[in-house]
């Protein structure tokens, strides 16, 4: 990984009471370091983010608002035993949100209808023609998950057609309000919960509580337990790349341990085919979340609910066998359709703030991750569009620091409809308006912030090699999960000697396997994607580094993830006096 080194904060004298809140004395310099650099700088702060609670993390479901009023409606539904429906979207956070509704549902004694977008039929949002298919199967109620906040006239057709419709999402609002029976949006104008960055997941999660609460102010028993939802929530935060903070650090870590131990046949399948050992926020990124999404992307969502929600081990088997081979075939059109925009973009836009891309017959269940892979090599916000006759479904993501949707708002005449996030989002614009689009989403980019095109490598303090030890990787540990808002710790190490050289994984993008050795001690070394950098044994090197404990069917092994690395006579980006060099552990 190429950039710009910089410390994550310039050096303090740490509080006494930060220091008293880290259990391990040895380690508590580094771990209190580390806190203090991701803003958590006294004892009390400290003390909640590092021992994350059911009880004391997740704030009362009260404050959200419409929250009480879906509760009482999902109630007076399940006592008249009027039809639900669940319409979840077609990606990890909206299947997980429509997995935990069907489940609860059933665990309450309704099995209701369920709907999982589709990406090319329904496309995006909430469909009309659905909509009305669900009112013919005599559903009163529609619970969604990960969509409707922006769909204004489908709502207005639902309530028309007499369809109580409760939205559990977490996009961004239009200035007018939809017309939902309920809307659950931390982001909407006015709602009191204090948290804005939950997962649709989430969001569903907080109904279920105060539907729960609800039915036991009636008398209602018996009640489900919400805690074994955890797994389901976990599943769609981590997916979704929310911030890790706050609530979600609560759900994350407790719904990790839950995912370690589940007892649903599908995960337990899921996990088994995508060879996950251990449930980590790493694994749900990389292996879980791909292989549901896979689904979504290439053939339907549908197969992930269905997953998730199924009570038969062989059925569960069956379908992640299924994921399994859409994953793989994602990965070649993904390879293909990469290639293609890779050099669109060395072709006309190298020098462009922002990039457009677009091709015929592009696969558009993958031009995300192509956005994505895009903003990865060069750092700038990205939309890559498949095109199909005279019309175009596109998906942009950016990087930190590029406000994506506000971009693409600027740009709204040119776009047929649009919505997402901050750094993601997806939309539909006309073939011919293309070299429109790219000209004035450029423009907006460059004009809401002018971003280097270079990525930050951000350091949290220097560490020796001679440091790194199985206990002080036991003790940043307790900082996990880690994600965005709360990033893995990072450490340089100076003119460290590099006594073996290998390549591994994939021979398109190989990793480097390396033997680095300073103050006396070899450590085993990995740079995920990195074998393209010419290392060679007997190099001397400033490496920047995340120790971490591996484990891999039972055996722990202590090694070090390398960020980034360069020649230790290279001229010096991190500047000494900015942070204190001296040893973080006594």
């Given amino acids: 990984m190429e950039g710009q080194w910089a410390w994550r904060s310039v050096d303090a004298p740490l509080p006494a009471d930060l220091l008293a809140a880290v259990a391990d004395a040895r380690c508590a310099p580094v771990v209190a370091r580390l806190l203090w650099n991701r803003g958590i700088r006294d004892g009390e702060a400290a003390h909640a983010f590092l021992r994350p609670t059911l009880a004391r993390g997740l704030r009362a479901p009260q404050l959200m608002q419409d929250l009480e009023r879906a509760a009482v409606r999902l109630a007076d539904a399940l006592a008249r035993r009027e039809r639900i429906a669940v319409y979840g979207d077609y990606d990890v956070d909206g299947m997980s949100g429509a997995a935990a509704l069907v489940l609860f549902l059933r665990e309450l004694g309704t099995d209701p209808l369920l709907h999982v977008a589709h990406r090319a039929r329904d496309g995006y949002g909430l469909s009309v023609a659905v909509l ?12 969604t998950a990960d969509l409707g906040t922006a769909n204004v006239a489908e709502l207005t057709l639902a309530r028309e057609l007499g369809l109580d419709v409760i939205v559990c999402d977490h996009h961004h609002s239009p200035a007018v309000r939809p017309p939902a029976y309920a809307l659950l949006n931390p982001l909407q104008p006015g709602c009191r919960f ?18 729960r609460a609800e039915l036991r102010a009636r008398g209602h028993a018996p009640l489900p337990d919400l805690r074994p939802y955890l797994d389901l929530v976990a599943l769609g935060t981590v997916a979704d790349v929310v911030p890790l903070r706050e609530e979600n650090r609560v759900l994350v870590a407790h719904g990790l341990r839950v995912l370690e131990r589940t007892a649903r046949p599908g995960l337990r399948a899921l996990k088994e085919a995508a060879l996950v050992d251990r449930a980590t926020v790493r694994a749900i990124g990389f292996r879980l979340g791909p292989r549901l999404n896979a689904g979504g992307r290439l053939a339907d969502a549908r197969l992930g609910v269905d997953l998730l929600t199924t009570e038969s081990p062989e059925r569960a088997h069956a379908l992640a066998a299924e994921l399994e081979l859409h994953n793989a075939a994602r990965r070649e059109v993904e390879e293909r359709m990469l290639a293609e925009a890779m050099a669109a973009v060395e072709a006309e836009q190298r020098d462009a703030p922002a990039l457009v891309v677009a091709g015929e017959g592009w696969h558009q269940g993958v031009v995300g991750i192509v956005a994505a892979r895009l903003v990865d090599r060069f750092h700038r916000p990205a939309l890559a569009v498949a095109l199909a006759g005279e019309e175009g479904c596109g998906s942009g993501r950016s990087p930190e620091g590029v406000h994506l949707l506000a971009a693409l708002a600027a740009c709204a005449d040119v776009l047929e409809r649009f919505g997402g996030h901050r750094q993601a989002a997806g939309f539909v614009v006309r073939a011919e308006r293309l070299p429109e689009l790219r000209r004035r989403f450029a423009a907006a980019v460059d004009r809401e912030q002018p971003t280097s095109r270079v990525p930050r490598i951000d350091i949290d303090a220097e560490l020796s090699l001679a440091a790194v030890t199985p206990r002080l990787a036991e003790a940043l540990a307790v900082l996990e999960p880690h994600g965005r808002g709360n990033p893995e710790p990072r450490f340089l190490a100076r003119d460290v000697s590099v006594e073996g050289v290998r390549l591994v994984g994939d021979p398109a993008r190989p990793h480097l396997r390396l033997r680095l050795r300073q103050d006396g001690r070899t450590l085993r070394a990995i740079g995920f994607g990195m074998g393209s950098r010419p290392v060679h044994a007997g190099d001397r090197v400033d490496v920047v580094f995340t120790p971490r404990l591996d484990r891999w069917q039972g055996v722990e092994r202590l090694e070090v993830e390398v960020v980034a690395l360069r020649a230790a006579s290279a001229p010096d980006q991190v500047q000494p006096s900015e942070i204190s060099a001296e040893a973080l552990i006594p």
């Fill in 194 to 211: 204090p948290f804005k960055g939950l997962a649709a997941a989430g969001v569903v999660f907080y109904l279920l509580m105060g539907l």
């Fill in 132 to 143: 009305r298919r669900l009112r013919a199967e005599g559903a009163r109620v529609v619970v």
